[in-house]
């Protein structure tokens, strides 16, 4: 507060009558807050001012970053090193989640579809939609010969028999 009332005294004007211009004639009067290069905009924040010590908040931070100095990406967000924009890009269509691993960038793929951003279907796999990707025809009709086998050892399937 003694801080607060010399800037006062050596403005000699009142203070602002709500705390929002209050905060607003602060931002203008800061040096800079430490952005990490990802904002030219911050703001005073009294809460984070009491907590820290340093009142800076960054505004408007961009390549989806946030945090009090653009210091951390945004939620469902990654990036390999802090000079990386964050990034998560996961396919709409074939990834279960708009969310990916914070550090690795994978996305979480639907059944029968592969890649970090779940943009393709998997080798043997077709039908790229929402519900994923289904297995080729030639897998299904192996798998059903697989499980008729399975069944039946004495009669194989799609085998001729020998006569006796």
Same mark, same amino acid.
């Given at each position: 507060?003694?801080?607060?009332?010399? #800037? #006062?005294?050596?403005?000699?004007?009142?203070?602002?009558?709500?705390e929002t211009s209050f905060r607003d004639l602060l931002?203008?009067?800061?040096?800079?807050?430490?952005?990490?290069g990802r904002s030219d905009r911050c703001a005073f924040d009294l809460e984070q001012y009491r907590s820290t010590g340093s009142g800076g908040r960054c505004l408007d931070c961009r390549d989806n970053t946030d945090g009090a100095h653009c210091e951390r990406c945004r939620e469902n967000h990654y990036r390999g090193s802090p000079d990386q924009p964050c990034l998560c890009a996961c396919h709409p269509v074939g990834s279960s989640s708009a969310a990916c691993h914070p550090?690795?960038?994978r996305c979480s793929?639907?059944?029968g579809v592969e890649g970090r951003l779940c943009d393709a279907c998997r080798t043997g796999f077709f039908g790229f939609s929402s519900r994923g990707?289904?297995?080729t025809l030639f897998r299904l009709s192996f798998q059903a010969q697989e499980e008729e086998e399975l069944k039946h050892p004495d009669k194989p399937f799609g085998k001729k028999r020998k006569k006796s």
């Open positions: 507060k003694q801080h607060l009332w010399l #800037f #006062f005294c050596v403005d000699a004007s009142p203070p602002p009558a709500d931002s203008d009067l800061l040096p800079g807050c430490n952005c990490s550090i690795t960038g793929c639907r059944a990707c289904r297995g």
